[in-house]
């Protein structure tokens, strides 16, 4: 499996959203009956603190979940680069896993198992092990650096509303808060939207082809953008994003669904991942090089 660095930050916010969904869906007012963990690293607090709790909610800030329980703890959860949630039941049980991204549930990445009522499962796989899951009281969540730390978010079309999540993470990313944070920045464009401290919830992935969207070289600094160029990329950030949760996210490395199954934004991507394949708007070769040992693609003609 090809990984550029240690730190390939996937997914994101559309792929998140998507298991937060499949979460919502499938394991509220679920009874965790017990949990095994095989792998102690992944498993971060006392079991005993939810065993015979139940689900009451999913909630997603920037590109971490937490699952809420009914006795006053949460498991916070990242997935990090290859984590996945697999649920399984009497319904689900015969519905086909993707063969490539999982292959059989469990299996040898399968870390902790969630035995829910109902003879339901929630299995946590993570073949890079960079992911965890954290035994924490509700109220504590926010006091979690990782979620204290995120930067405002896109609000997406289809996606709950994120401006009430601020005591967590900053809300939602306005127009406001995006010119003021990008028009003084010295950081090249592309990794600073991609700084999930700047702005939550956008990787690589899509901060590429919003920028291609925008017609935005990925090299220019912040604070060189005009006033319509930031218009523009504000709008393709939010306009690429909701088309990658339409499409399901984007399965580049291990990213399924919680019924194990692959998105497909990866088809229908505009420059990413498409190294010397014709640019989409003017059919010159795209090209990739490396920003932040970050690999990004553009076309020189149609990105200025
Ligand atoms: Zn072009």
């Known amino acids: 499996m090809p990984f550029e660095r240690r730190n390939f930050k996937v997914p994101e916010l559309p792929e998140v959203e998507t298991i937060r969904l499949g979460l919502q869906k499938y394991a509220i007012?679920?009874?965790?009956?017990?949990?095994?963990?095989?792998?102690?690293k992944m498993f971060q607090g006392d079991p005993k603190d939810i065993v015979g709790a139940k689900?009451?909610?999913?909630?997603?800030?920037?590109?971490?979940?937490?699952?809420?329980?009914?006795n006053g703890y949460s498991l916070a959860i990242h997935v990090k680069l290859t984590g996945q949630l697999i649920y399984r039941d009497e319904q689900t049980k015969n519905i086909e896993v993707?063969?490539?991204?999982?292959?059989?549930?469990?299996?040898?990445?399968?870390?902790?198992?969630f035995v829910l009522d109902k003879n339901a499962k929630l299995y946590y796989n993570d073949q890079r092990r960079f992911g965890w899951i954290k035994v924490v009281p509700t109220d504590k969540v926010?006091?979690?650096?990782?979620?204290?730390?995120?930067?405002?978010?896109?609000?997406l079309k289809g996606m709950p509303d994120v401006s009430g999540v601020s005591e967590v993470s900053k809300g939602k990313l306005t127009f406001e808060k995006f010119k003021a944070r990008v028009s003084i920045s010295h950081l090249k464009i592309k990794p600073h939207l991609m700084?999930?401290?700047?702005?939550?919830?956008?990787?690589?992935?899509?901060a590429n082809d919003a920028l291609f969207l925008a017609g935005i070289d990925p090299r220019r600094?912040?604070?060189?953008?005009?006033?319509?160029?930031?218009?523009?990329?504000?709008?393709?950030?939010?306009?690429?994003?909701?088309k990658g949760f339409k499409y399901g996210g984007a399965s580049e490395l291990t990213f399924v669904n919680v019924l194990g199954q692959e998105g497909e934004y990866q088809r229908h991507s505009l420059v990413y991942g498409k190294k010397r394949?014709?640019?989409?708007?003017?059919?010159?070769?795209?090209?990739?090089?490396?920003?932040?040992?970050?690999?990004?693609?553009?076309?020189?003609?149609?990105?200025?």
């Open 29 to 40: 007012g679920h009874k965790i009956e017990d949990i095994e963990i095989r792998l102690p």
């Open 55 to 70: 689900v009451t909610a999913a909630r997603r800030f920037g590109k971490g979940l937490v699952i809420d329980l009914d």
């Open 98 to 113: 993707s063969k490539a991204k999982v292959g059989t549930v469990p299996n040898n990445f399968t870390h902790v198992v």
């Open 142 to 155: 926010s006091e979690l650096s990782y979620f204290k730390g995120i930067g405002p978010e896109p609000q």
């Open 195 to 206: 700084d999930q401290k700047k702005i939550g919830g956008i990787g690589n992935i899509y």
């Open 221 to 242: 600094k912040g604070h060189s953008l005009s006033e319509e160029e930031l218009k523009k990329l504000y709008k393709a950030i939010h306009t690429v994003m909701e």
């Open 277 to 304: 394949k014709p640019c989409p708007n003017c059919g010159e070769e795209i090209k990739k090089i490396f920003l932040g040992g970050r690999g990004t693609f553009f076309c020189e003609t149609c990105q200025k």
